[in-house]
């Protein structure tokens, strides 16, 4: 199975276990926000893929509000449940090439950890068609960062031995930000990047990682539960650190 291929799976089975995940870095989001608040006071969010609100908290904690954007109703229920955004963003059940919502009228695009689960070209001709004059694009990347050796580096490992179709993502956030950064329909991109280390149960690190629908749609059941149960023994039973990298590319719409 590709990555087109696991744009098809459902991702309903994984939304309770999102709850789990790490938050984007406070520091590129709330940076993003305050370089995007010199051109635009108050500016209009649409957050697209928006899955159970991670991002969305985020942004509302950085003082944005609009929209969250999100096709799967199981995820958009468990944000909705977990309060993710709540006051700030209204929820919309509609897919990112196709959001509903009016045109002209949007000033800062933001997409997190979905951008390759999507039709980039139509999701972009939809960014074009929401955002006002020079509005903002962002699309947003939380990553295991397995520059050193550790527990998540050793998972990985573990994980790609046993399911070799395993794609690597870094490679291919790298390919889909290039072709980003260089689309003439935009310009004046910029780039931000922060490491975080997370002290983590044993209980949510594998929790973490039952979140991730990309492993476990080309493991299979069987496959899946067995390294499971093969991290249940790699992890232990003492706390972990983990350390995340969160990684942002915003451009410009052009004139």
């Given amino acids: ?23 984007y870095s406070s520091r590129v989001v709330e940076s993003i926000r305050h370089m995007i608040a010199k051109d635009k006071d108050n500016p209009v969010v649409v ?5 159970t609100g991670i991002l969305t908290k985020a942004l509302a904690e950085a003082n944005a509000s609009g929209y ?4 799967n109703a199981a995820m958009r229920d468990e944000a909705i449940r977990l309060g993710n955004g709540a006051g700030s963003f209204d929820f919309v059940l509609k897919r990112a090439e196709a959001t509903g919502l009016p045109q002209d009228k949007v000033d800062w695009i933001v997409i997190g ?6 039709d980039t070209e139509q999701t972009l001709k ?16 939380l990553m295991n960062d397995v520059t050193t050796e550790g527990i998540q580096k050793s998972t990985l490992e573990l994980f790609r031995r046993s399911v070799p179709t395993l794609p690597n993502l870094d490679a291919v956030v790298e390919g889909l930000m290039v072709d980003l950064t260089q689309d003439p329909r935009f310009n004046n991109s910029s780039y931000m990047e922060s490491i975080d280390t997370i002290e983590m149960t044993p209980l949510r690190y594998i929790e973490v990682w039952r979140s991730s629908n990309y492993v476990s749609s080309l493991a299979g059941s069987d496959l899946w539960n067995r390294l499971l149960s093969a991290l249940v023994e790699l992890v232990g039973s003492c706390s972990v650190t983990t350390r995340w990298r969160t990684r942002a590319w915003t451009v410009q719409l052009s004139e």
Wanted: glycine share 6%; aromatic share 12%.
């Fill in 1 to 23: 199975m590709s990555v087109e291929a696991i744009k098809q799976t459902d991702f309903s089975p994984c939304a309770s276990h999102y709850s789990a995940r790490v938050p």
């Fill in 113 to 118: 950890n979905g951008f390759h689960l999507v």
């Fill in 126 to 141: 939809e960014a074009l068609r929401l955002l006002r004059r020079q509005g903002y694009f962002t699309a947003i990347w």
């Fill in 68 to 71: 969250a954007v999100e096709p």
């Fill in 47 to 51: 957050e697209l893929a928006a899955g």
